[in-house]
């Protein structure tokens, strides 16, 4: 008996089209490509099993690009590329608050995407949308999210703290008798306190949660120098050396996670990625962890940062039309709902949270659906290509009062100015 031949999809549409036109035409050459993927936490793996399933749909290739683990380096890293004119990578994944700044070096996926886009969140869909152009498709949706030890909150008999007062109060409490019975190296509460962007994120929670506003309002006014954004700063840098290691200066999202996985924290401020990882077999905290929205401020206000990540073609790709159908498979509702399942992934389309599969493996779907819609987004959408620019005065800000002790008074309002003087009148 023969051998049964496979094809891809394209290597099948490329011979059928010989067929029913009559004509010779040898099937395409494979095609490899080049993606960037997700790459925090269990992210790189699952990623590359998303794109072996579109290999063996299509018959082509992906090369996976490794990215830094840095938001803010990998944008570096992406615009010496895309300045380059490089063809060498065809399929970026882009953090939301980037659109404005890589827009022109992206294709347009408004006609490929004209039927699915309904199903993923309209905010979303709107910041992707530049010059309207849907310059990238909606992956996946972060918001910052507070995780704390059930068994440490039982243990003391705590409640989840409402309130930054309430966490302070409790990670003391807990630090403390935990230290006293022999773990000298549990904290109470660990963030993201390196300058980089995850430090503009946890600082614009704080802020807004203070009602501080959002650093530039969506009008294009600059609005951080008031004191509720000092007195916001001022709570952070209290709580290093008191209930947050020192070392948090230098934490990203993966070396909080680290410390919290090891047990040696009781709270947590994280992105939703985290669930999946705290809870794998290889963790000291599996089946210890909740999740609860970030606490209030002193007036009942929450600040919750939006985060996420989204797809996009570089208009230097050589097989775009390719690149162009791994996206759509990549975002499509089957394989943002096995990401949620494997990674803890927000999706980007909405009816997904009510799946009740997605719903047995995270029972606190619901926090994640009301934290993802109600959170505030970083001022990238007004100032567009000055994003960049505007979030590296705000986390150097941040840090200087962190990390070097500056006065938190003294740092919005050289901010202030600063950013100020990048902008005249409302346009950035
Ligand atoms: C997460 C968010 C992204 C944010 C980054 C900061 O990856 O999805 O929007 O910029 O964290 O570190």
Wanted: with cysteine.
């Amino acid at each position: 008996m023969s051998k049964p031949l496979l094809f891809g999809r394209a290597r099948l549409n490329a011979l059928v089209t010989a067929l029913v036109f009559g004509f010779a035409v040898a099937p395409a050459a494979a095609a490899t490509l080049t993606m960037a993927c997700d790459s925090i936490g269990h992210g790189n793996t699952v990623c590359k099993e998303g794109v072996k399933a579109w290999e063996r749909k299509s018959g082509h290739t992906v090369k996976i690009l490794s990215l830094p683990a840095s938001s803010s380096e990998r944008l570096v890293m992406y615009r010496q590329l895309l300045a380059s004119q490089s063809p060498l990578l065809d399929v970026l994944t882009i953090d939301i608050v980037w659109p404005g700044i890589l827009a022109e070096s992206l294709l347009d996926l408004s006609a490929p995407a004209a039927a699915s886009i309904k199903e993923h969140f309209p905010a979303i869909v709107k910041n992707n949308t530049v010059g309207g152009r849907l310059i990238a498709m909606p992956w996946f949706i972060d918001a910052g999210l507070l995780y704390y030890r059930k068994d440490l909150l039982e243990k003391y008999q705590q409640r989840v703290p409402g309130t930054w007062a309430e966490l302070a109060a409790t990670a003391r409490l807990i630090q403390d008798a935990e230290r006293s019975a022999g773990r000298p190296r549990m904290w109470g509460y660990v963030w993201q306190g390196k300058p980089y962007e995850g430090l503009t994120c946890d600082a614009l929670e704080w802020i807004v949660s203070y009602g501080g506003g959002s650093i530039v309002e969506p009008s294009g006014a600059v609005t951080v120098d008031n004191p509720a954004t000092i007195a916001a700063l001022r709570m952070a840098k209290q709580w290093i050396g008191a209930i947050s290691p020192p070392s948090v200066v230098s934490a990203r999202e993966e070396e909080s996670r680290a410390m919290f996985q090891d047990g040696n924290a009781v709270f947590l401020r994280n992105w939703p990625y985290v669930w999946a990882v705290v809870n794998a077999p290889d963790s000291a905290v599996r089946n210890k962890v909740g999740i609860a929205v970030l606490p209030r401020g002193p007036h009942g206000a929450v600040g919750t940062t939006l985060g996420g990540h989204q797809l996009a073609v570089s208009k230097f790709s050589r097989n775009s039309a390719l690149a162009i159908d791994l996206v759509m498979f990549m975002t499509g509702r089957d394989e943002q709902k096995r990401r949620a399942i494997l990674l803890g992934r927000s999706p980007t389309i909405g009816s997904l949270y009510q799946d009740p599969q997605l719903l047995a493996i995270n029972p606190y779907q619901e926090i994640l659906r009301a934290a993802a819609a109600s959170a505030t987004p970083r001022p990238s959408t007004v100032t567009g290509r000055k994003y960049e620019q505007v979030s590296a005065e705000v986390w150097k800000t941040v840090s200087g009062v962190l990390a070097e002790g500056k006065d938190p008074a003294t740092g919005v309002k050289a901010l202030a100015s600063t950013l100020n003087a990048m902008h005249s009148g409302a346009a950035w």
